[in-house]
């Protein structure tokens, strides 16, 4: 699920609002994308719809009924802001991780000295 919720940072910070559409049992997929993204200030709910879709019906088949959502995000105010703070973060967590793989490196080097 974090990698629809991270392609949405991206398509926010690209176009500035984004349509999040699911049909049936995906649909709690996508309210889960929606709710993360606004608790973490990211994004502002401006539309929500739900209706029935049909689908199939060809060849004879009766047609299935299934739930649709669709919601539509927008930027927040401080989003650029909060991207910008989210990548400092993970720079400053990268950083303190490459050190501490140096700091191992350097150990298993004095070991296999002595």
Known sequence: MFFYVNLSKRLLAEHGDIHLSALGMAVSTMVSIAEILKKDGLAVETRLSTC??????????RPVQKAKMEILLKKSDNFDELIAAEKERQAAEGA?????E????EEDGEEAEE
Do not use: I
């Open 102 to 105: 140096e700091e191992h490196g």
């Open 96 to 100: 303190a991780h490459h050190e501490e």
């Open 52 to 61: 029935m879709d049909s689908l199939g019906g060809e060849g004879g088949r």
